[in-house]
T-cell receptor, first 116, second 112 residues
Framework: AQKVTQAQTEISVVEKEDVTLDCVYE???????LFWYKQPPSGELVFLIR??????QNEISGRYSWNFQKSTSSFNFTITASQVVDSAVYFC?????????????FGQGTRLTINP | EAQVTQNPRYLITVTGKKLTVTCSQN?????MSWYRQDPGLGLRQIYY???????DKGDVPEGYKVSRKEKRNFPLILESPSPNQTSLYFC???????????FGSGTQLSVL
């Protein structure tokens, strides 16, 4: 069965600190994608990144970086020099194909609060 | 502009009164899906559709119905809503396969 665990329910840091959001996933499939979505206070879901199971290269986009390690089934997300606008709920998700249909399973989410 | 449009944004209703939440996408996506978001549980899939007239249950389908008569529309129907269906609902669409999903703005439903 597919499962995504975000063990950190809530994180609170002071602005400019670095923060890492953990994501651990379970799947028996060899082909899958991992995602991070951001849900700001306005409520919509904003796509951040997609990573396929064959590409373990880390990725950096501005202050955001992602560390994908298949050996530990983890796909962690780091925000460097956090800002108040980074305050949101962040979801990690796992996408697989079940009988040809896309199955997207979300973690429980991590509420990140950046304090000024 | 590519988008997924859900209506209404907020809905308060009473137990047993049938309601429909509409979802429409303008990206010609074949795949559409409904999720509900509850505190501490993340988003859970209710139903999904791989194409017109092709729908299937997700993880939490009880109490919900869907239909896919046209490619762009995928309404969520609650025939007899109950308080445990109070939740934030999201519609999503995508090209299928393992592609990213585009989400609507959400519908906050309260069943009294």
């Amino acid at each position: 069965a597919q499962k995504v665990t975000q063990a950190q329910t809530e994180i609170s840091v002071v602005e400019k600190e670095d923060v890492t959001l953990d994501c651990v996933y379970e799947t028996r499939d060899t082909t899958y994608y991992l995602f991070w979505y951001k849900q700001p206070p306005s409520g919509e879901l904003v796509f951040l990144i997609r990573r396929n199971s064959f590409d373990e290269q880390n990725e950096i986009s501005g202050r955001y970086s992602w560390n994908f390690q298949k050996s530990t089934s983890s796909f962690n997300f780091t925000i460097t020099a956090s800002q108040v606008v980074d305050s949101a709920v962040y979801f990690c998700a796992l996408s697989t194909l079940i009988q040809g249909a896309q199955k997207l399973v979300f973690g429980q989410g991590t509420r990140l609060t950046i304090n000024p | 502009e590519a988008q997924v449009t859900q209506n209404p944004r907020y809905l308060i209703t009473v137990t047993g009164k049938k309601l429909t939440v509409t979802c429409s996408q303008n990206m010609n996506h074949e795949y559409m899906s409904w999720y509900r978001q509850d505190p501490g549980l993340g988003l859970r899939q209710i139903y999904y559709s791989m194409n017109v007239e092709v729908t299937d249950k997700g993880d939490v389908p009880e109490g919900y119905k869907v239909s896919r008569k046209e490619k762009r529309n995928f309404p969520l129907i609650l025939e007899s809503p109950s308080p445990n269906q109070t939740s934030l609902y999201f519609c999503a669409s995508g090209r299928g396969g393992l592609e990213k999903l585009f989400f609507g703005s959400g519908t906050q439903l309260s069943v009294l």
